[in-house]
């Protein structure tokens, strides 16, 4: 358990594997600097060989999910660099564009971690806020929580996932462009209603158990079949329909190899309980 | 007529051009076997080249619409075979794969018909199920219906078009991802919030109504207005705006030789009924 | 401004950069003949390169928003060319694609303008109607509007951008195939519920206001931001998900240079409104 | 053995597994009507699925390699449909599209076989000619040899693959397209120098040598590694390398599972001849 | 006639179709500045449209192809404007974006007329002369002239064409790496080697009398089967094989609608020379 | 530069700018273990950001470039996990997927490493050498080397980037397909006349001679310049002609900004050598 040691991050996996991830910087609302990114971009790499992780539920500590991006260190950090006036704008542009991937590159991992990942909001949800929760398997919000695409406000356009993710998890175009040009705030009643959320609790407390409870009932799947029904969707998304069952059919080539699913079809037809080991 | 003789399916075609499909298997709760995602695929295809079909119903018989795949057969039928331990890995993977690829060819040749499909589920649709509906057109529930991605539960990830049309014909992601890893029960309410059936019926008499009068009135537009739409609505899901709109003027520059659409613009000047020879 | 001055169109840009576009032929119900639709296409095209214009207000004058294509010219203009039995049916459709492609590329002008476009929808949609509110950003409707996908009752499938970018906007496919085989009117209530407008106001007057306020919203904001958000929300469409982040990453090093960050940040930092210069 | 029996084809299996195929329609010059293609397409779709059968030599009786399409079966046959002046183009064209895609994948079964296929040609090479050998794997050519992409000069566009396969193979896309627009005659030796056949052979017999040593080679191999490697070629040819280093690593995930590898390295470190059995 | 009248460039139209185009700026060595690639694209944008021209013969006049870019423009012409250090490089850079597109387009208008372009390159051939002539259909060479990709020799990468076209048409990818980076001299000969010219020529006249040849004899081809090579080729190239053969269906299911098959294939059954009108 | 210690590899930058990337394990014939996989990915990344270098070298000492894979590890070693009988195949296919992933990796880093590398073949370079080769820039040979695609000999498909990149680079494929599925031996002759080598040359010495000097000239460039061709390049190779292009304008409006382009023009135009400071 020593490798999911973090300043920003509180970790733990419960013997069923459910890993929880708290994000934690109360001292500045979660504001993401790049140590919070980097973190994460850690975090959800080692989940993805780490058999004892079969899902994962998401959340962060205090009032807020988070203000988004620490506007402190985005003065005067990374992000700052290309209007140095000092240097040759495509020099340091070269250097800018690889911090950039590797920004998108850990928020990405917890995408490709290949556990589902079942993310709770309360409070707001600012910026790279979004960016992250669009990254995320299943959405959950309590009734205080708030969303706004936040970037628009600092003069760029989100740039670590929000535009290429929001508009394929949602499906309506016209909200979607809209909260991305005006940045306006979003109630959970509304992300509700245009399905960015899958449902809105009282307390955040009830938030979270709702969000252990699905969890708990993947943790409890074939994490073959978990696995491989996320890194499918994924992949899916991504590519044509036929590309898409041409891949799977590949896939599930290996996949039905498993003892998982002569286990999983006795019980089924036995009406008991299945016990898949882990990954 | 009598190239529709199945066993597990009834089809009948009405004379104005609409095709009523229904499963039929209820010694087994509509459960898929072999036979029966055969007869589908056979079924369809000569859908496709089959003039007097212009649009088609599909139904099940009995009190669900299916119990998803037949279990008793995938223990000891092809599905089973990668898990023979006498058999080289690879060798038999190279016909398996073969295998699964045969079982979505027959799936997909509801989509890849060019008629419109209209479906209709009642009772609960389960595991293969819903990778079928989700590759018809329009899909209409009962009340009582309901749906389960159950794949999971038999130890594997979907694998015949549930993980790639699914998140394509509903859009909230979160809800997808979250029936699809958890298997859970949706009630045909939830479904129709979620936009995955267009329209909920109290029984099943008022729904295959509902479901008969849209493949009329479709049946009686122009048939090359109609196969076209379907099959450019087929492309441009799975290409760039850019590539949908090329292909699609090459498509219409054919389309627009047909007499059809002289007949209906005269008919619609004239506000009198018009009438389209077959395909 | 005597740039803008149109036959079908009328064009006013507001100091703070709204562009309205007010699509005006009541003599014909807004019907799109050749010259309407070239019309758009230069404006938009010319809207790309302005920067005097930030954000785009379209609507139309009169009962209805667009009784659609205009029969009359289709009888006998270009869109009837190929049903001419005298010409090589090859020979004539060679030309004729690339009219097909010349429309779709006037109203796909919309889209490519970078220009965030809010339109308001009073009374019918009919046909090309759709195509076009396909392609602008956001969609506000009145509550008398309604909307028909009409061109299978006109023979032929929809050419000019509503198969390819319909089912990508309202995330309801089980909707989208049945007005687009049935060609059925779909009331803004129904719009609302599906996800086709974003808002539903009483009156013509609530609807332009509505609109106009987005309008403004955005073109407050750093033109910078807004053009990237626009362009990058369409790249991202058309690509993977990782496709997109890199194409966002190379984009954003480049526009990371802009002094609009700097202005922005410190100006939210301070709580005070930021001004930004033009494009 | 009974079920390769074809009128066009002769075909015979060596004990090693290579496959002879030779096409003999000796009365018309080996011209291409559509019992030759048929019985093609129906050859190489069994040769998939045979374990029998590791590797292929395709040739041509006669004194040339086929003479292109059956121009008398071209003026009457389907070929012919679309300029019968008593249909609607859009309703035929709706099923000559059908037809050509028949065609097309009649020859492509020789590229998806998965089993390696040398062509030897000698004398003339015309028209389906081309597009025939393009789609096999190695060609071989005698000094009499000669090659005509001929479809122009029958009025039409090549559209059985040699506008999609010819350039991918040969790396000189100025000789490609001069010799797609002229017709004009190529004799092996120019042949050779563009890439387009790997050998040029002073006879029939030593070309037909030259390409059983090849086949035999192949068929001594591990079918697993060599259906494989075929296999990745044609999907690594239409993807980019990212994506088909992708497929590949999932396709050998499970491919390395064969017992063929041990075998291969043992014998290779012991300096023996190995021994795989069938797929 | 009077809408092929240039400033830099020399339009004739022989009455067998065979257009002419001389780029003339001797007093420059046909160096490119803005208005020759202007006319370049303005001039094959009217060929794809007119049907008096069925093929082109591209040449250029002097001593040399074209010194490449007019680098006296290019200190302070378009070109130089990102370098200005007064503007926000997020501004400028949007609309310089645009101006690279625009130069692309007019170059890519050689690829896109459909008509078949034979180019002959003596003298020198340097930078923009790349991009041009990658874009043509065949490359005919005198035995004095020479390559080079210039543009790293100016402090730039080739932006034009070069990169993306230039491994595309010559399939030695180690050559075509050497020669972009290092910017050095090629001759004909080895020109010739690695397939950029399908000829090397002792004179210009010689040369300029073989590409006339391919052109003239090109043109008496059916325009319909010339025209759909040239169309399907381009396609072919971008896309898979599969999805090429597809879209090829699709266009041979309107081409083959044409009066010049049966003439083509009557004429070749009577070996007699067959005539076919303009486009 | 302590960064550069590795067991398996000899590093060194020249102050121009040209890092020498030697292979080395006598002990075993350069055979590939993981070690020097690993190693090979971690020197090339470092590359990519170091701005000291600006074009590699690289090649192996002894009398062989490689033997291939290291057989011994792949007995016992991770190459051999999923032939371990005691384990559920698909649970070891999960990582051992991940495994051919960063084996793939390592070997890309070649090409992703942005600079130019010429690498330089002695003795035989087998397996994995030509997944290796494949990958880097120019390739120069040894009269005595020799070249095997030996994979299938072991039992197995190429899967590190042969079967991607080989198709790619060498513009004849019936030649790629022969030796991919005949493991035979290439001298350097065949090499040269097939375009998989650049340049044949006596001896070692001269050979190195000839990649040093190429990879002088290449540093002497702007290396913006350099790195942008060489990524341009690697993406219009997986992309669309179009798409390429649109990249390209994209990359060179951020580069177009450099001083160097002003530096190199005014260097061309006085006819004197210019310096361009690192990037």
Redesign the interface.
């Known amino acids: 358990m020593s490798s999911y040691k973090f300043e920003c991050l509180n970790v733990s996996i419960s013997p069923s594997g459910v890993a929880h991830v708290e994000i934690s910087r109360p001292e500045a609302l979660n504001a993401f600097n790049t140590q919070t990114w980097t973190e994460i971009g850690q975090c959800f790499t080692r989940f993805?060989?780490d058999g004892d992780v079969r899902?994962v539920v998401l959340s962060a500590s205090g009032r807020m999910f988070t203000a988004g991006l620490d506007?402190k260190e985005?003065?005067t950090g990374p992000?700052?660099k290309?209007?140095d006036p000092d240097a040759?704008?495509?020099?340091k542009?070269?250097?800018?564009?690889?911090f950039?991937?590797d920004f998108?590159s850990a928020i990405?991992a917890v995408?490709s971690c290949d556990k589902?990942v079942v993310v709770v909001v309360q409070g707001g949800c600012l910026g790279i806020g979004i960016d992250l929760i669009s990254a995320c398997?299943?959405?959950i919000a309590t009734e205080d929580a708030y969303f706004m695409v936040k970037?628009?406000?600092?003069?760029?356009?989100?740039?670590i996932?929000t535009?290429?993710?929001l508009?394929?998890?949602?499906?309506?175009?016209?909200?979607?462009?809209?909260v991305?040009?005006?940045?306006?705030k979003v109630t959970s009643k509304e992300a509700h209603f245009?399905?960015?959320?899958?449902n809105v609790h009282a307390t955040t407390a009830e938030a979270m158990k709702a969000a252990s409870d699905?969890a708990e009932?993947?943790a409890a799947?074939?994490p073959?079949?978990?696995?491989?029904?996320?890194h499918?969707?994924n992949y899916?998304?991504?590519?044509?329909?036929?590309e898409?069952?041409?891949?799977?059919?590949?896939?599930?080539?290996?996949?039905?190899?498993?003892?998982?699913?002569?286990?999983?079809?006795?019980s089924?037809?036995k009406r008991q309980p299945?016990h898949?080991?882990k990954?």
């Not at 508009?167 to 809209?178: H, Q």
Request: hydrophobic content about 45%.
């Open positions: 993805k060989v899902s506007l985005a003065m992000l700052s290309p209007r040759d704008v495509a020099r542009g070269y250097y800018h564009r690889l950039i991937l998108q990405s995408e589902p398997d299943v959405r970037e628009v406000d600092i003069g760029m356009a989100a740039d996932g535009l290429q993710r508009p394929k998890i949602v499906g309506n175009d016209s909200w979607v462009r809209e991305c040009y005006t940045a306006r245009v399905g960015l959320v899958s699905i009932t993947i799947k074939s073959v079949a978990i696995v491989s029904t996320k499918l969707l899916s998304r991504d590519h044509s329909v036929r898409g069952l041409e891949y799977t059919a590949l896939w599930n080539t290996l996949a039905h190899n498993s003892h998982d699913m002569a286990t999983a079809i006795v089924s037809l299945a898949f080991p990954l």
